[in-house]
């Protein structure tokens, strides 16, 4: 058994065409705690809204671009012409044990229940659009604020976002140390033995061919295709 290179999690994404309050179509906007996400833009045209201390930026998208965004980055995708994207996701599980927060308002964000229920997975269209416009809510007073020099929003969103994690974070080593951290260090293993001419991890050599786990689910920014993928 050996896991995807690097040990990162794998998606496709379709993002939502619902319209949003500011009259935006897309996804909810969410940050990682822990995670670099790499969006490999594979048809279509839309954009990823962006926020960090730095400010808000719009970047578009279209087939060819990659883009990726460090732990900390509250990042939206927006819909125009059927954009489809294939998502790289380190740490592959962490997002889906509660690595990924969405910008729900502060009230929400502030009770631990109250957020888990919302931000529970959609069963419907529904539901996905509901969490989604929920997300919006809390987002566009944070962007808000960032356009007019104010970081403080956001800060205190990140601030929020710990906290809700903090708990969890305890269950999410061992994911990491059988993920991302066991596949490096395979590596130095493997460079260690080349040094000393020892070939027999080569013996271990083979091709792992999977497809997807689920179609068409309710991923964060959109339509989801997802791979689960055993370390």
């Not at 939502?16 to 309050?21: M, S």
């Not at 996701?89 to 969405?102: I, K, R, T, Y």
């Not at 260690?192 to 070939?199: C, F, H, Q, V, W």
């Not at 083979?206 to 959109?222: A, H, K, L, N, Q």
Request: net charge negative.
């Amino acid at each position: 058994m050996f896991p995807l290179p690097g040990g990162i999690g794998l998606s496709h994404l379709c993002a939502y065409e619902w319209e949003a309050a500011d009259g935006v179509c897309g996804g909810s906007p969410h940050l990682h705690l822990a995670c670099t996400e790499a969006y490999v833009v594979t048809g279509g045209r839309g954009a990823v809204q962006t926020l960090d201390v730095g400010g808000y930026r719009e970047t578009e998208l279209e087939a060819g671009v990659v883009a990726w965004f460090a732990p900390g980055t509250v990042h939206r995708m927006v819909q125009r012409d059927d954009l489809r994207i294939t998502v790289l996701m380190q740490n592959s599980g962490l997002p889906e044990a509660g690595d990924a927060v969405f910008t729900f308002p502060p009230p929400v964000l502030a009770d631990p229940d109250a957020y888990a229920e919302a931000a529970a997975m959609p069963a419907d269209d529904d539901a996905a659009r509901r969490r989604r416009d929920l997300a919006i809510e809390g987002y566009l007073p944070i962007r808000d604020a960032l356009v007019a020099g104010d970081p403080g929003p956001l800060r205190e969103f990140q601030r929020a976002a710990v906290a809700l994690a903090a708990p969890k974070v305890e269950a999410w080593l061992p994911r990491w140390r059988t993920g991302a951290l066991a596949a490096a260090e395979l590596t130095g293993e493997h460079l260690r033995a080349l040094a000393n001419g020892d070939a027999s991890h080569l013996e271990h050599s083979g091709m792992r061919v999977t497809g997807p786990s689920e179609e068409d689910g309710y991923g964060m920014c959109g339509r989801r295709t997802e791979y689960r993928i055993d370390m």
